[in-house]
């Protein structure tokens, strides 16, 4: 069974860092690209980042180039988003989801809540 | 950046009725790299179609994708009770992916 576990959300000051983890399982991680989306409390999906299977190619939404780094490592199925200098509005619950190339996401993580606030 | 306008906002329906959702692209969307969600509350959200009409795994065929260039749409055939929910559509054939705002199909 495939899963897709977030970790690390949680409340943070305005400026401040937070570190998300996403563990997989049940799948080849290492031949999969993989993704994170976020949704603000009450509103619609918003896509963040990608990243290749091998990370040749990461991509990021313009609202956080230069204050997020999407990783991964394959060795431990492990995908991760390095948020820094974060805003209010970066407030969402932030899903990690698996695709192939030329497919849409089409396995999710159930989301971890990051919220900042002074 | 594609932005993706779906309507209505709000579907109001009966259990057994069908369901149209529509989702319009500001400019062609190459290859029908165009998807459908569902999300309930609280939950992830859910593939149901990709490439426009290919059924994901596993989703029953009551739903189906039509459409290509820069009008798409979603029918659900007959609604079930368990398909009272919010749907997404999405374009992932180019950067950035871009999401409809969404539709809520509600209980009438």
């Known amino acids: 069974e495939v899963q897709l576990v977030e970790s690390g959300g949680g409340l943070v000051k305005p400026g401040g860092s937070l570190r998300l983890s996403c563990a997989a399982s049940?799948?080849?991680?290492?031949?999969?690209?993989m993704n994170w989306v976020r949704q603000a409390p009450g509103k619609g999906l918003e896509w963040v980042s990608s990243?290749?299977?091998?990370?040749?190619?990461?991509y990021y939404a313009d609202s956080v180039k230069g204050r997020f780094t999407i990783s991964r490592d394959n060795a431990k199925n492990s995908l991760y988003l390095q948020m820094n200098s974060l805003r209010a509005e970066d407030t969402a619950v932030y899903y990690c989801?698996?695709?192939?190339?030329?497919?849409?996401?089409?396995?999710w993580g159930q989301g971890t809540l990051v919220t900042v606030s002074s | 950046e594609i932005v993706l306008t779906q309507s209505p906002g709000t579907l109001s329906l009966s259990p057994g009725e069908r369901a149209t959702l529509s989702c319009r692209a500001s400019?062609?969307?190459?290859?029908?790299?165009l998807a459908w969600y569902q999300q309930k509350p609280g939950q992830a959200p859910r593939l149901l179609i990709y490439g426009a009409s290919s059924r994901a795994t596993g989703i029953p065929d009551r739903f189906s994708g039509s459409g290509s260039g820069t009008d798409f749409t979603l029918t659900i055939s007959r609604l079930e009770p368990e398909d009272f929910a919010v749907y997404y559509c999405?374009?992932?054939?180019?950067?950035?992916?871009?999401f409809g705002q969404g539709t809520k199909v509600e209980i009438k």
């Open positions: 990243i290749s299977s091998s990370s040749s190619y990461i």
């Open positions: 400019q062609n969307i190459s290859s029908s790299y």
């Open positions: 049940g799948f080849t991680f290492s031949s999969y690209s």
């Open positions: 999405q374009q992932y054939g180019s950067s950035p992916w871009t």
């Open positions: 989801a698996s695709c192939r190339v030329g497919f849409p996401p089409s396995y």
